[in-house]
């Protein structure tokens, strides 16, 4: 079936390092990919998302490019801030199969001053 | 983007008590809702699919009768949790799509069952 692995967290990291959070996937078909924020005590929100290969998806510094060869969507910002601190989570949905999102299992990222 | 506004945001109930979660998507109609679960520290686990006007899809596992969703309008869906009991508790999110939409989130439900 499909699935997404996402790397476990927690992710600690100082304020304007390098964040990087693999994701890679396998899939029937050929999905779209997500990355969804959560902040604490709150719904996901859409991140950026890319729908074929080789597209970029970015928002708010974050960018991720669908590699199909690597059945990978890498999630990085090149200088995180402590507001970026969250859990985020990799998801893939196929469009023939009514649009429900596979979700990885999350990845919590702290960032300390 | 669009708005999916999810109530309550936290609920405490008594075990053996229902509880009645409600997702309205405010600025477009949502042709399919979705109905998630998610465990501390773990990912969101899809419960069940209902499209307007017709019988929601549950996911494997998931029990119909205890968890039961209405979505009666393009603008709202709801889940009722039947009988809760302590291992109800958990963290409900729903989602909403429209026709041409991608998927949009509500704030979901912190939901303690003592």
């Known amino acids: 079936g499909d699935s997404v692995t996402q790397m476990e967290g927690p992710v600690t990291l100082s304020e304007e390092a390098f964040l990087t959070i693999n994701c890679t996937y396998t899939a029937t078909g050929y999905p779209s990919l997500f990355w969804y924020v959560q902040y604490p005590g709150e719904g996901l929100q859409l991140l950026l998302k890319?729908?074929?290969a080789d597209d970029k998806g970015s928002n708010k510094g974050f960018e991720a490019t669908y590699r199909k060869e690597t059945t990978s969507f890498h999630l990085e910002k090149g200088s995180v801030q402590v507001s970026d601190s969250a859990v985020y989570f990799c998801a893939l949905a196929l469009w023939g199969g009514g649009n429900k999102l596979t979700f990885g299992t999350g990845t919590q990222l702290k960032v300390e001053l | 983007g669009a708005v999916v506004s999810q109530h309550p945001s936290w609920v405490i109930c008594k075990s053996g008590t229902s509880v009645k979660i409600e997702c309205r998507s405010l600025?477009?109609?949502?042709?399919?809702m979705f109905w998630y679960r998610q465990f501390p520290k773990q990912s969101l686990m899809l419960m069940a699919t209902?499209?307007?006007?017709?019988?929601?899809?549950?996911e494997q596992g998931v029990e119909k009768d205890k968890f039961l969703i209405n979505h009666a309008s393009l603008t709202l869906s709801t889940l009722t949790v039947t009988s809760a009991h302590p291992e109800d508790s958990s963290f409900y999110i729903c989602?909403?799509?429209?026709?041409?939409?991608?998927?949009?989130f509500g704030q979901g439900t912190r939901l303690t069952v003592v």
């Open positions: 600025d477009f109609q949502a042709t399919t």
């Open positions: 209902s499209n307007e006007g017709s019988k929601a899809t549950y």
């Open positions: 890319a729908t074929k």
């Open positions: 989602s909403s799509r429209g026709s041409n939409t991608e998927a949009f």
